[in-house]
């Protein structure tokens, strides 16, 4: 079990430390930044948030059936959709509605800076854990629609890189239990972070250029 997000940051840092030469570390809002601002400190890389919303079931929305992200990359879970009877127009309202949001969060987050580029570079997809997968999927295909020449997600907790073998160049995960029935199961202090938060943690990080050397918030969960 981890501390808090910072804890299993430095973890994953450590492991991941060493090996990825031009990395740009992008962090999953809002939760997944604050494990990435360990990671870009560790392997002194820029840090940036990559955008993406889970699509939920409209009748059950905690249960996705699917993702988007940044660049008009969609994951889609057709099995979830038939099986929910979710139809056409209900899908698209729900894709709509989560784009919308995406978007004006990315743009709040950057506080008007521009997406680092990723043209070339290895990116490092990075959230505080794994569950169904469409998110980290989405962040990954992306990451790689950005132009990234190679896609590496790491996080804390999640099932391993059986799942995203065909997104990702290299998965690396600390910990694989046999069932986990949330994230926060793998944390002693796993509180919600705000936009404010995270806006925080980037400006410590030294405006996503990855000069800066600001110690983290220790506080935001």
């Known amino acids: 079990m981890f501390r ?5 940051g430095r973890q994953l840092g450590e492991l991941l430390a060493g090996g990825h030469d031009d990395a740009v570390v992008l962090g999953l809002p809002r939760g997944g ?6 990671v870009a400190r560790a392997l002194h890389a820029p840090l940036d ?13 905690e249960l996705a059936m699917g993702a988007v992200g940044e660049g008009g990359v969609r994951v889609l879970d057709t099995d979830t959709v038939e099986l929910a009877g979710v139809s056409r127009s209900e899908l698209e309202a729900v894709e709509a509605r989560e784009r919308e949001e995406m978007e004006r969060r990315a743009t709040v987050l950057r506080a008007g800076r ?4 990723l043209q070339g570079r290895t990116a490092i997809v990075v959230d505080d854990g794994i569950a169904t997968g469409s998110t980290a999927r989405a962040a990954c295909q992306a990451a790689r629609e ?6 590496v997600l790491a996080a804390p907790v999640g099932p391993g890189d059986a ?10 995960v600390l910990e694989l239990p046999r069932w986990l029935s949330s994230i926060g199961e793998a ?7 705000s936009d404010e938060a995270v806006i925080d943690l980037l400006d410590r990080a030294g405006g996503r250029d990855g000069d800066g050397d600001g110690e983290p918030p220790q506080s935001a969960g």
């Open 4 to 8: 808090d997000r910072s804890d299993a």
């Open 33 to 38: 930044v604050q494990v990435a601002c360990e």
């Open 49 to 61: 948030v990559i955008a993406v919303r889970k699509l939920g079931v409209p009748a059950q929305p």
């Open 114 to 117: 521009a997406r680092l580029p």
């Open 146 to 151: 950005h132009g990234a020449a190679r896609v």
């Open 163 to 172: 799942w995203f073998g065909d997104v990702a160049d290299e998965v690396v």
């Open 187 to 193: 944390y002693e202090n796993f509180e919600q972070l």
